[in-house]
């Protein structure tokens, strides 16, 4: 709880071992930041990557030619061994089409392609690619499918206030944090910080759906409230689940079908109209 999640530019340039001056000028363009009211915030692990793309693993630089499509986290496997001067649209293409074949959601497709197009947008800017083999890339249309169960903001607060507080946190943190079951069951202390009021998903890798689900996102005021209380009524601790298991469970994990089947039961019984975990994520209500 003490140690932030994000560094400063100050921090970050300590972190790379050069100055501020440098840091400002020839580095923070390159790293993806985080704004915090007039800071601009910087992940440890995306300072560690941006090391790694510039030193080999015999502490050499890396010339232009070394830059390899594996560093764009969220393509497959199929197309990641490839170095950037090498790859054509057309296999790009193929590797749409192979998706598409095996069910791949439109959207899902589309996020792979946009992760290559990113990478050589930087690369052309750096002279490290001539062009983007992605650019004319055939995407298949849009099959996302409207919910079946999206909760106004004031209907959702409602919900989860006639539930005990331990019970409504991991639906707060699907709706006012767009937490996946997964990333409410891993969750740990350490990654909620107070003080910059952010909140770090998906760092354990057990909980990522992707390399690209590990994210930071701000913490809304009506969730924020809920999570100061549960740290209170757990004694404020450094370590631990932010939302435990009811009993002694294997995974050390809270059963979070156990507990949506419960509450499901009882917004039933109170003539309410129910909402589960996944629907929570899509009402992304605002606090």
Not at 47 to 63: A, F, M, S, V
Request: include cysteine; hydrophobic fraction near 40%.
């Amino acid at each position: 709880m003490d140690q932030p999640l994000l560094m400063s530019r100050a921090e970050a340039a300590r972190y790379l071992e050069m100055s501020l001056s440098h840091f400002q000028r020839h580095v923070q363009a390159e790293l993806p930041s985080i704004r915090s009211g007039r800071l601009m915030l910087y992940r440890k692990r995306e300072l560690e990557e941006w090391i790694d793309c510039r030193i080999d693993r015999e502490g050499r630089h890396r010339g232009p030619g070394r830059m390899r499509l594996a560093e764009a986290q969220r393509l497959p496997d199929g197309i990641q061994r490839a170095a950037l001067e090498a790859l054509g649209r057309g296999e790009i293409q193929r590797a749409v089409d192979d998706f598409r074949r095996e069910s791949l959601s439109g959207s899902r497709i589309s996020s792979v392609v946009n992760a290559v197009r990113s990478l050589y947008r930087w690369a052309i800017n750096r002279e490290m690619a001539l062009e983007d083999p992605a650019s004319l890339i055939q995407l298949p249309a849009c099959d996302s499918k409207e919910r079946d169960r999206v909760a106004r903001p004031g209907e959702f607060a409602y919900l989860i206030g006639c539930l005990a507080p331990e019970d409504a946190l991991p639906f707060a943190l699907a709706a006012y944090a767009t937490a996946r079951a997964q990333e409410i069951r891993a969750l740990d202390w350490p990654q909620v910080d107070f003080s910059r009021n952010l909140l770090l998903l998906a760092d354990d890798e057990k909980a990522q759906k992707s390399m690209a689900a590990r994210r930071i996102v701000p913490i809304v005021g009506l969730l924020r409230r809920r999570l100061e209380a549960e740290w209170v009524r757990q004694g404020r601790p450094t370590g631990g689940r932010v939302s435990p298991p009811r009993r002694r469970s294997r995974s050390g994990m809270v059963s979070l079908d156990q507990l949506q089947k419960r509450v499901i039961a009882f917004w039933i019984r109170r003539n309410l109209n129910p909402i589960g975990l996944q629907d929570c994520r899509h009402t992304a209500a605002p606090g």
